[in-house]
């Protein structure tokens, strides 16, 4: 499944789920900007919906992101806790993680180096 937000006609972002057993992973590529910040929230909301709250959110192809996309990113973080569900970040590219240590939410999110890393950190119920 893939959100994608329209800008005059131009997709400048995309949300795209994988599973990995009870987790899920959403990459997001390009963008994330008070355009696509919609497409982000629908994404994880109809997750929420599905009973999946083990979200790890891969920002590695995150090109942009202004101060709707770090808003967003707080705001579905807390939609997700509320939910008592759990998200992790991977990927971080050197320009969003310094956006994320200004708005100090790199105290917020739990932040892996990868995928494997994050994937093993949630609790394995057999």
Do not use: W
Not at 64 to 81: F, K, Q, R
Not at 87 to 107: H, N, S
């Amino acid at each position: 499944m893939t959100a994608l937000a329209p800008e005059a006609g131009v997709v400048n972002f995309s949300a795209t789920i994988r599973h990995n057993g009870e987790v899920s992973i959403i990459d997001l590529t390009g963008q994330l900007t008070s355009f696509a910040s919609g497409a982000l929230r629908n994404t994880i909301a109809d997750l929420i919906r599905q009973g999946r709250k083990k979200i790890v959110l891969n920002v590695g192809d995150v090109a942009y992101l202004d101060s709707s996309g770090v808003g967003e990113l707080a705001n579905c973080y807390m939609s997700v806790i509320k939910q008592s569900g759990e998200m992790k970040v991977v990927g971080l590219t050197a320009k969003v993680e310094e956006i994320l240590k200004i708005t100090q939410l790199y105290r917020v999110f739990q932040e892996f180096q990868n995928e494997e890393a994050a994937l093993s950190s949630f609790p394995r119920h057999e």
